[in-house]
């Protein structure tokens, strides 16, 4: 009877043809000797076989060990084991049974028992087969609560049964749950998944009538009367919390889309969906972790499909065109260049702003695509140009964080400079700040082989994101790019301003150009020019334009400025200390030595040098914490102000003493020689050099203690 095979496992001949005899009626037998060639006739025709009878003491493997085979093998777990026995041994049943025997028989064989017991185990196997897949039908295997078929069928039949009550959906996944497979391993997303379940059943426990369950990887969905989300930002914030609360060394955060249910007879699927663009709203978004659906999101997923459907047609037929916005040098008002943007010019539709498309492209992945094709018209376009004898500047074009995934990034960005004959320092590169947090390596590696090319690598948006020291400290950045949107929307009167500076000012330190975008006004230009940044770009200057209109801007200026990072200097009137003065002040000179920013009378000390702390001690408040005249006997404050001042002012040399405490309490006298080095904006930047005069006043104040002994002594 094909199909129905029993597998009899015996050493003995004459029991496997007894027992083929008594039951091949009904099945056909396979036969085998040991253990060994069960277990390989097993894994040939598993799923022909119903069930197995097995002996248990045989040559080469036993019975018990085939059993342990056996449940090692998923593909195994539903084949029926009946054991056969010579003799009843309670502990060897026992230890059948825990490792997985489903029914014994005894020798010599009984023809009608033995077929009872088959067909009895046969019959259990399939119910239980056929329970598993009814399982599997309505529930995800993982976390053992609904799948998407089940929750969609347990929430229309929910909302069937309520007609008086109303309802909300709410869908949320993990941020970047993939890191968390990468970081962790999969077993442990696995459990996190379960967690999240089992965090659901409670969150929901009191809220009846209720349905959750797992969609898709880290999706789930839940549904329950909206009654229960009267503050909805308290009920958001405690799935939050409860997802956040799983014992991970990794920050947790959820993303939850809101559907409030007014349409009933829509399908599941719709409000599902519907959920889905809501949770698109906020995703990544720490603060705003959740969002509602509104009717806007619709319309909006109907223009984003429009464009995905003419995205490459419109490539093919040349509808992209490249703008180039110009770059400033601040102090010449000269163009040094510029940056290469991308504008789709609709046949029918006219404009399309990028904002409408370029977020589509890099969701659908069309963005390489445009990319490349803006990468190579600027290629051709400055090929042209040399071509007709003009002057090259460097223009500079994005790349994506999408393009970092494409481990020919590097290669693709060279045979294009090869191809055209360019000299690689005339296409600069823009990554964004976000692109090195979410591929750091990949942006490492491929800035590495750039600029061994010559390429320059700009940061864009530097500042925006919560890694921007790491940046910095990590990765070897060409020129850096601020968002003079920084300064909007702040709580705190010049905090902008101050950090704005404070990055121009550490920039300098580190011989980086800053260029600071999105400048739009007067003041805006007056305040980057006071704090030393050299390079603008924006509205106030001058918007996106044809390459027509930029030609016409440079020939019209008489060429360029100088570009930026082209044999970029610093130097005293600039900003601050160039390295060969660094490296006297800091490392050759044994005297201590400090850099202090002075401004409305107030001082601070932005570097020492080693000797400075081995003088004052390294913990010593001025760097620390405070500021200097803290720790100066306030006799000396109004000499210390005069002296800053006075410098500042004549920018010559001037020095004073005063008496100071050290770190561990005990006070030295000091003399300190000022010396002008520079100004950023209102503030001034001066150097100090120490010396400890405290034995020369100690011998002085002995001296005189001594002269005026001694005029007694003559009276």
């Not at 060639?37 to 018990?64: C, F, H, N, T």
């Not at 500076?501 to 300098?508: G, L, N, P, Y």
């Amino acid at each position: 009877m094909p199909g129905k095979y029993i597998l009899a496992v015996d050493d003995s001949l004459v029991n496997r043809k007894i027992l083929s005899k008594i039951i091949s009626g009904e099945y056909s037998v396979i036969e085998a000797e040991n253990g060994e060639m069960a277990i390989e006739i097993l894994r040939r025709q598993y799923s022909e076989i119903v069930a197995i009878i097995l002996d248990i003491v045989m040559p080469v493997m036993d019975g018990y060990l085939v059993l342990e085979r056996v449940a090692d093998d998923e593909r195994f777990k539903n084949i029926p084991i009946i054991i056969a026995t010579e003799k009843s041994d309670n502990e060897s049943e026992i230890k059948a049974l825990r490792l997985g025997a489903w029914d014994f028989v005894s020798k010599p064989y009984n023809g009608e028992i033995i077929k009872f017991r088959i067909k009895n185990a046969i019959e259990r196997s399939q119910l239980y087969t056929l329970q598993q897949l009814r399982y599997l039908a309505e529930f995800d295997e993982l976390t053992g609560i609904y799948n998407k078929n089940k929750f969609y069928k347990s929430t229309r039949e929910m909302l069937l049964a309520n007609p008086g009550a109303d309802f909300v959906l709410i869908r949320f996944d993990v941020d970047r749950f993939q890191l968390i497979n990468s970081f962790f391993g999969t077993q442990e997303g696995d459990r996190l998944l379960k967690y999240i379940a089992k965090m659901l059943s409670g969150y929901v426990s009191d809220k009846q009538p209720s349905a959750y369950g797992r969609i898709e990887a880290d999706v789930f969905c839940l549904c329950f009367p909206s009654s229960y989300m009267a503050d909805i930002e308290t009920s958001m914030s405690k799935i939050r919390d409860l997802v956040a609360s799983y014992n991970l060394n990794y920050d947790i955060v959820p993303s939850c889309g809101i559907y409030y249910i007014t349409d009933r007879g829509m399908p599941i699927e719709i409000m599902y969906d519907r959920a889905t663009l809501a949770a698109k709203r906020c995703k990544g978004n720490y603060v705003n972790f959740y969002a509602v659906y509104d009717g806007s999101m619709s319309a909006q997923i109907v223009r984003e499909q429009e464009i995905t459907n003419e995205m490459s047609s419109a490539l093919a037929t040349g509808q992209f065109q490249i703008y180039l916005q110009p770059k400033y040098h601040i102090a010449s008002n000269l163009p040094v260049g510029a940056e290469a943007l991308v504008r789709w010019f609709h046949p029918q539709k006219g404009l399309i702003p990028p904002g409408d498309f370029v977020p589509v492209f890099e969701r659908n992945g069309f963005i390489p695509k445009l990319d490349y094709y803006v990468w190579e018209e600027v290629c051709r376009l400055l090929r042209k140009w040399a071509d007709e004898g003009r002057e090259l500047y460097p223009i500079s074009v994005n790349i994506s964080r999408v393009d970092l995934y494409n481990p020919r990034l590097a290669e693709m960005v060279i045979e294009l400079t090869e191809k055209y004959d360019l000299p690689s320092e005339l296409l600069n590169l823009e990554l964004t700040e976000s692109a090195y947090t979410d591929n750091p390596v990949a942006m490492s590696e491929t800035m590495a082989k750039l600029q061994s090319k010559g390429f320059t690598i700009m940061m864009d948006d530097f500042g925006s994101g919560y890694s921007s020291l790491n940046i910095l400290k990590d990765i070897s950045v060409d020129v850096l790019k601020i968002d003079m949107r920084f300064l909007s929307k702040t709580k705190i009167p010049g905090r902008g301003e101050n950090i704005i500076a404070s990055v121009v000012r550490m920039a300098k330190w580190l011989h980086i150009p800053v260029i600071a975008e999105g400048v739009e006004t007067k003041d805006q230009v007056e305040f980057l020019r006071s704090i030393g940044c050299e390079y603008v770009q924006g509205f106030y200057f001058a918007k996106p334009m044809p390459v027509e209109a930029y030609a016409d801007l440079v020939e019209k200026n008489g060429g360029l400025s100088q570009p930026v990072g082209a044999s970029f200097e610093f130097n005293g009137s600039q900003m601050c200390i160039s390295d060969n003065r660094l490296e006297e002040l800091f490392a050759d000179m044994l005297q201590p030595v400090a850099i202090y920013e002075f401004e409305n009378d107030k001082v601070e000390a932005v570097r020492v040098n080693t000797p400075f702390f081995e003088l004052l001690g390294y913990d010593d408040g001025s760097i620390t914490g405070g500021t200097p005249l803290d720790l100066i006997d306030p006799k000396y404050h109004d000499s210390i102000i005069d002296t800053f001042r006075r410098v500042a002012e004549t920018r010559e040399e001037e020095e004073c003493e005063y008496l100071r405490r050290t770190s561990d309490g005990k006070s030295k006298w000091l003399r300190i020689r000022l010396k002008y080095i520079s100004k950023i904006g209102a503030r001034c930047i001066l150097v100090g050099v120490l010396t400890d005069i405290t034995i020369q006043r100690e011998l002085d104040m002995d001296s005189m203690r001594l002269n005026g002994e001694m005029g007694k002594e003559d009276k």
